[in-house]
């Protein structure tokens, strides 16, 4: 069983930032990928960004120059820095370790998700 509990998320004007964390009780946390996902009102949840167990990184197109992911190993947490917040970014994130070495689908390996956070991007 493992469980991801995410935070940080709020309302911010366009052209803000953020800082998400997701805590993660996986035992071994270090040598899983870990990505974060969003999942904006009636839409799908879909990739974000996603952070090798070596540190590599990988962006969706929509977020590329304006996200960071990172990940503190002793903390089993990972983040994401958000900058120059749009819009189109409200939706609620969630995280969730990789299947190994997906990085072209970057598909979620645990069914279980957290209870996600909401970022609401609005003037």
């Known amino acids: 069983q493992v469980q991801f509990v995410e935070s940080g998320g709020g309302l911010v004007q366009p052209g803000g930032s953020l800082r998400l964390s997701c805590a993660a009780s996986?035992?071994?946390?270090?040598?899983?990928?870990m990505g974060w996902y969003r999942q904006a009102p009636g839409k799908q949840r879909d990739f974000v960004a996603a952070?090798?167990?070596?540190?590599?990184?990988y962006y969706a197109d929509s977020v590329k120059g304006r996200f960071t992911i990172s990940r503190d190993n002793t903390k089993n947490t990972v983040y994401l820095q958000m900058n120059s917040l749009k819009p189109e970014d409200t939706a609620v994130y969630y995280c969730?370790?990789?299947?190994?070495?997906?990085?072209?689908?970057?598909?979620?390996?645990?069914?279980?998700w957290g209870q996600g956070t909401r970022v609401t991007v609005s003037s």
């Open positions: 969730n370790a990789l299947f190994p070495k997906d990085y072209a689908r970057f598909r979620p390996l645990f069914g279980s």
């Open positions: 952070i090798t167990s070596s540190g590599s990184t």
């Open positions: 996986k035992r071994n946390f270090s040598v899983y990928d």
